[in-house]
């Protein structure tokens, strides 16, 4: 079973523009594509959110990837853009299926849910236009780039 699914790139400036303005930007920190399955759950959301704020992709005084968002100075932000094509599928075929995907209203909930989780770990939180036509720009800080699900909520 699928579950919501983020790829996550440690970055420099970013940020985020729809209609050739900026909505959304950070000085340094994650850049998130975010994709809701249709099967997720509040449960999934706050677990996303949570395993990211705690993702240990920054250097450490040696040099090793070791520390989280948390332990980097409190200019470190995130940018998360909702991306329902973070679940296309081109296994079978060169277009991809997206039948994966939450519907518009579900995924737009669940987003909103994840940003708020993310609100409360105190950080700079921005994000895009969910649904909207958006150009993001980032500085891929490595290159670092993980992919990162949460295991779905055991059904009894």
Known sequence: MESLR??????GPAHVEVDGKIVGSINSGLVLLVGVHKNDTVHEAQRLAEKIVHLRVFNDADGRINLGLLDMPDTYGILAISNFTVYGDASKSRRPSFVESASFDH???LFNLFLEQLVRSGRIVATGEFGGDMRVSLVNDG?????????PRPTS
Not at 6 to 11: F, H, K, M
Not at 143 to 151: N, Q, S
């Open 6 to 11: 983020a790829i996550v790139q440690r970055s």
């Open 107 to 109: 995924g737009n909930e």
């Open 143 to 151: 290159p670092v780039t993980v992919v990162v699900d949460v295991e």
